[in-house]
Antibody, heavy 114, light 111 residues
Framework: EVQLVESGGGLVKPGGSLRLSCAVS????????LNWVRQAPGKGLEWVAF????????FYEDSVKGRFTISRDHAKNSLSLQMDSLRAEDTGVYYC???????WGQGTLVTVSS | NFILTQPHSVSESPGKTVTISCTGS????????VQWYQQRPGSAPTTVIY?????PSGVPDRFSGSIDRSSDSASLTISGLKTEDEADYYC??????????FGGGTKLTVL
């Protein structure tokens, strides 16, 4: 069974950094394309970042380019999102998700506030 | 930028059929797969339709997806509505620069 479990969320000041992790089970991280998707409080879903199953292709939503970095750790069978220069508008629940098919984790809350 | 437009809300009675539309801004729906996600309050999204019209195992056949290439739109139809179907529904597809794009979401009320 495919399972994804996010961790690493919390409260951080504007300009700070946070690293999210997504532990996967039931498959290897190089089996599927993987995404991070976020949801601001009371708002809709917003795609953040993508890494292909091969690791050769990485794409970001425009507002996070240069600040966020998506990566995979084969030894830990996990997906990560390094978030730097955080802004208030980055606040929300962050979900990791496989693609084709789309399976979702339960999310981890990131709050950027002074 | 590619945009997917959904109605903000729809409502229908139990047992009836409802259709939620998802319209693309620049012809991409005709050329890319569309997925649909259900999100109940306080829960993570789940997939109800993938690759335009495929249902994951466990999703009842009351849920169906379709594409109208002439209008560059996708639709999610839910028949035999149940109160448990009350949720937010999001369409998702792909932009020209490899972005994954979500619609703004539709709140379905079953009253």
């Amino acid at each position: 069974e495919v399972q994804l479990v996010e961790s690493g969320g919390g409260l951080v000041k504007p300009g700070g950094s946070l690293r999210l992790s997504c532990a996967v089970s039931g498959f290897s991280v190089n089996t599927y394309n993987l995404n991070w998707v976020r949801q601001a409080p009371g708002k809709g879903l917003e795609w953040v970042a993508f890494i292909s199953s091969s690791g050769l292709y990485i794409f970001y939503e425009d507002s996070v380019k240069g600040r966020f970095t998506i990566s995979r750790d084969h030894a830990k069978n996990s997906l990560s999102l390094q978030m730097d220069s955080l802004r208030a508008e980055d606040t929300g629940v962050y979900y990791c998700a496989t693609e084709n098919p789309w399976n979702w984790g339960q999310g981890t809350l990131v709050t950027v506030s002074s | 930028n590619f945009i997917l437009t959904q109605p903000h809300s729809v409502s229908e009675s139990p047992g009836k059929t409802v259709t939620i539309s998802c319209t693309g801004s620049s012809g991409s729906i005709a050329n890319n797969y569309v997925q649909w996600y259900q999100q109940r309050p306080g829960s993570a999204p789940t997939t109800v339709i993938y690759e335009d019209n495929q249902r994951p195992s466990g999703v009842p056949d009351r849920f169906s997806g379709s594409i109208d290439r002439s209008s560059d739109s996708a639709s999610l139809t839910i028949s035999g509505l149940k109160t448990e179907d009350e949720a937010d529904y999001y369409c998702q597809s792909y932009g020209s620069s490899n972005q994954r794009v979500f619609g703004g979401g539709t709140k379905l009320t079953v009253l």
